[in-house]
């Protein structure tokens, strides 16, 4: 991973133009490449002969951006150059148009804003509770901040998906609110910039103040919300960080946890059913009786059933009815699933005909379905039509539109993102989740009731007749860990009874410690104290230290196959 600058002279006739962050074009190894302007003014070592810039492309992310990705690039191990992509613009930029008059002030009734602090602060608030009088109150506190333009600040707003930062753009701009729809209007300093996770690096010139929503859906390559903490702390603003269930890494680092009156956080979390599968009837398969009984009555209540089942595929593991032999691929050793008329390897593409390559027999029997077979038996089931949903996260609303219009939809978690409401949320197989091999797996299966109660919406709304169907409205979950911690805070509408510090602290896990994984074929030597190594799995290394300025500095001169901050280990 390189991250050495280059010098470069800018022609007379470009001078006026290059400032730092400016997106030129140099010539680098016998071609053109596109390259930021980190430094003006520098010096070339004695006896180099520097070359012309050739190419002005035009405005990129101004010298606060510039410096934050210098820091992004050590802290997760990334080429600046990815970092820097991120924050510039789609097109070439040439000049930036003039900043609105207004400022910060919400239009229409006024908006209660008491003092915000710069820093971080961090708020618990339920999943069925509206999150734009927290960001009204935000912006109405940071209006004393003058008047837009450059060298003015802005307030930045993120939500962890597309669609949502759309529709809460429109309801800001709604109140009178300037928000920019573009990013040369974010670097101009339009008032209010809202964004997705990309938005962490908003040429936005200096903040205001920052709002985060939901911060923990975020963490993919690298860590917006931390990424906006630390911007806001070198902006000195304050940093406003919201969600139904901050992780143990963000309770430890954002601290102490805001949160409301007990009776206002229990009543926006939705009514969770948990059906305890430990006795069941294995005929049954992932369909209970409760869940037949509560999908009948909401669709005769003319409502909207949506059941999760995170397998894609017809069936996702075979076995022989005859010799009882898992059905695999005779080219990797994966199992099989079914795929239309053959049966498919996922691994290695390889397909083949239905039938078990040990007895030759063609009845295979399916001991774990997928989203199409669940589909199937579920239609069966109920006598109504059901639709299926499949495929990546996505927040657009094509994929909202794409969604099959029928009372019953079953998919996988795709279907939880591009559902805007449902009378009743079913997970027909829970503990796919629960016990999923990674530390994160609680935390992540609390995020996904988070999300069903926002389809469904809080029991506060149930029990005032808000919802119809009758016993719709609710979440149901089937599981044979009736009483793990997740689900007792998810019934209790109680995060805060879900908790891993103890196991965490004892396992040495974050936030007690600072993770990466490393690819490498032999057992890496970082030759840095404090850095523990240990495989994972062939040409897998886990790299643990106590804290992250120690990991990175370590991991910092490797060239790649670095991954810091893992969620799935």
């Keep these: 991973m390189s991250r050495r600058r280059f010098d470069y002279s800018v022609p007379l006739r470009w001078q006026r133009d290059v400032r730092l962050g400016t997106r030129v074009r140099v010539p680098f190894h016998g071609r053109r490449v596109g390259a930021w302007v980190a430094e003006i003014g520098v010096t070339p070592p004695a006896g180099v002969e520097v070359r012309e810039v050739t190419g002005v492309s035009g405005w990129g992310p101004p010298a606060g951006v510039l410096q934050l990705a210098e820091w992004g690039a050590w802290r997760w191990a990334m080429p600046v150059a990815t970092l820097l992509r991120t924050a510039s613009p789609d097109r070439n930029v040439s000049a930036l148009p003039a900043p609105p008059a207004g400022g910060m002030r919400p239009a229409g009734r006024a908006v209660a804003a008491g003092p915000l602090r710069p820093g971080a602060a961090l708020r618990r608030l339920p999943p069925a509770q509206d999150l734009l009088p927290a960001v009204l109150e935000v912006i109405a506190a940071a209006g004393a901040a003058g008047p837009a333009g450059p060298g003015r600040r802005s307030v930045l707003v993120l939500a962890p998906s597309t669609g949502?930062?759309?529709?809460?753009?429109?309801?800001?701009?709604a109140r009178g609110l300037d928000v920019a729809s573009s990013w040369a209007e974010a670097a101009a300093g339009w008032p209010v910039v809202v964004g997705s996770r990309a938005a962490a690096w908003a040429p936005v010139p200096s903040l205001a103040a920052a709002v985060v929503l939901d911060v923990h859906d975020y963490h993919d390559r690298y860590d917006a919300v931390e990424v906006v903490a630390e911007r806001?702390?070198?902006?000195?603003?304050?940093?406003?960080?919201?969600?139904?269930?901050?992780?143990?890494?963000?309770?430890?680092?954002y601290g102490p946890l805001e949160a409301p009156e007990r009776s206002t956080e229990r009543s926006g979390w939705?009514?969770?059913?948990?059906?305890?599968?430990?006795g069941a009837d294995p005929r049954t398969g992932l369909f209970s009786e409760e869940l037949v009984a509560l999908a009948r009555e909401v669709v005769a209540g003319g409502g909207r059933v949506v059941c999760v089942l995170n397998r894609a595929g017809r069936a996702r593991l075979l076995a022989c009815a005859a010799c009882g032999g898992l059905v695999r691929c005779a080219e990797c050793g994966r199992a099989v699933e079914s795929a239309g008329d053959v049966l498919g390897c996922r691994r290695c593409g390889a397909e083949r005909p239905v039938v078990c390559a040990a007895c030759g027999s063609v009845r295979l029997r399916v001991l774990r379905m997928g989203v199409g077979r669940a589909r199937e038996e579920l239609e069966a089931l109920l006598g109504v039509p059901v639709g299926e949903v499949s495929g990546r996260r996505t927040g657009s609303r094509d994929a909202e539109a794409a969604v099959p219009r029928t009372p019953v939809l079953v998919g996988t978690e795709a279907v939880l993102h591009r559902v805007r409401r449902a009378e009743a949320i079913v997970f027909l197989d829970f503990d796919q989740h629960l016990l999923a091999p990674r530390f994160s797996a609680g935390e992540e299966s609390l995020?996904?009731?988070?999300?069903?109660?926002?389809?469904?919406g809080g029991r506060g709304d149930r029990e005032g007749g808000g919802?119809?169907?009758?016993?719709?409205?609710?979440?149901?979950?089937?599981?044979?860990l009736p009483t793990h911690d997740v689900l007792r805070a998810a019934a209790g509408g109680d995060p805060g009874l879900f908790t891993e510090l103890d196991l965490r602290e004892a396992l040495r896990l974050p936030p007690f410690s600072a993770l990466a994984t490393l690819k490498a074929d032999a057992t890496p030597d970082l030759g840095?104290?404090?850095?523990?190594?240990?495989?994972?799995?062939?040409?897998?290394?886990?790299?643990?230290?106590p804290d992250h300025r120690t990991l990175c500095d370590a991991v910092t001169p490797l060239q790649g196959g670095v991954r810091v901050d893992p969620v799935d280990v």
């Design 164 to 173: 949502w930062a759309d529709r809460l753009g429109q309801r800001l701009r």
């Design 232 to 253: 806001a702390a070198r902006d000195g603003a304050p940093c406003v960080l919201v969600s139904p269930c901050p992780t143990a890494v963000q309770r430890a680092r």
């Design 270 to 278: 939705p009514a969770v059913f948990v059906v305890d599968r430990r």
């Design 447 to 456: 995020a996904l009731l988070v999300r069903a109660g926002r389809l469904v």
């Design 467 to 480: 919802v119809a169907g009758g016993r719709a409205g609710i979440v149901m979950v089937q599981t044979r």
């Design 528 to 545: 840095a104290e404090g850095v523990e190594v240990s495989p994972l799995q062939p040409g897998l290394w886990l790299l643990r230290a």
